[in-house]
C-alpha cells in the first residue's frame, strides 16, 4: 500500500497543480496514474477521504522539512526555522504558485469542512510548538528577552508567516518583505543583547 499510496499522493498534488482545488475530479487524479478511477476508488471511498490523506500526507513532509533547525542558540534556529517555512520546496515558479492556489481554495473550505479543518490546525500545532520550545530554551538560556512570552511570541510568528503565504497567493506580493520584518523582530524584540550565551545544559 505505501507505494501505492506515494503514487497517488504524488498524482494528488500533480491534479490540484493542474486543476485546482474546486474543479478536481477523481477522474482527474486517476490520469496522473496507471490506476483506474474504479481503483482508486478501492483505496479511497470519496474525494474527501482522498484529501483529508493528502494533508496528512503533507503534514508528515512539512514536519520533516521544518522541523530541528539549525543553530547554536534560539535566535539562530528561530531564524533558521522562519528562513525553511518561507523557502518553497519546489524550484519551478509555475507548478508553486498553481500549489499554492489549490492549497488557498483547499483551506477556504476550513470553517465549513471539520476534516480539513483539524488537519490544518495540526501544522499550525507544530509550527507553534516549534517555535514556543525554541524560545522557551533561548529564555532559559538568556538569549531570549525575559519579557518575551514564548507562547505569545510564537502564536505571532505563526500567524505573521501563514499571512505571508497567503498574500503571496492572493494579490502576488513577494516574501522576502515578511522575512526581512520577521528577522528584525527577531534580532530586535526577542533577542538580548548577548546572543552568544551558550545554550548548554548543565550535565
Known amino acids: ?9 504524488s498524482a494528488t498534488y500533480r491534479a490540484l497543480c493542474t486543476h485546482g482545488y474546486a474543479d478536481l475530479t477523481m477522474q482527474d ?27 496528512d500526507f503533507l503534514y508528515d513532509e512539512f514536519t520533516e522539512r521544518v522541523g530541528d533547525p539549525p543553530g547554536e542558540t ?5 531564524r533558521a526555522l522562519v528562513e525553511k517555512v518561507l523557502s518553497p520546496p519546489v524550484e519551478d515558479d509555475d507548478e508553486r504558485v498553481a500549489f499554492k492556489t489549490a492549497m488557498l481554495e ?22 507553534h510548538d516549534e517555535f514556543r520550545s525554541i524560545l522557551a530554551d533561548g529564555s532559559d538560556a538568556g538569549t531570549v528577552r525575559a519579557e518575551v512570552d514564548p507562547d505569545d511570541a510564537a502564536r505571532f510568528l505563526v500567524t505573521a508567516l501563514d499571512g505571508a503565504g497567503t498574500k503571496q497567493v492572493a494579490v502576488g506580493r513577494d516574501p522576502d518583505c515578511a522575512r526581512r520584518m520577521l528577522t528584525a523582530y527577531i534580532d530586535r524584540t526577542v533577542t538580548t543583547d548577548d546572543e552568544t550565551v551558550a545554550e548548554v545544559s548543565p550535565e
Open 1 to 9: 500500500m505505501s507505494e501505492t499510496r506515494d503514487e497517488i499522493m
Open 29 to 55: 487524479i486517476a490520469d496522473e496514474t496507471e490506476l483506474s478511477k474504479a481503483a482508486l476508488h478501492y483505496h479511497y471511498d470519496s474525494k474527501q477521504e482522498l484529501l483529508e490523506s493528502f494533508l
Open 106 to 127: 483547499l483551506k477556504a473550505q476550513a470553517p465549513y469542512d471539520d476534516g480539513i479543518r483539524e488537519r490544518l490546525q495540526r501544522f499550525d500545532a507544530f509550527l
Open 74 to 78: 534560539a535566535p539562530e534556529r528561530l
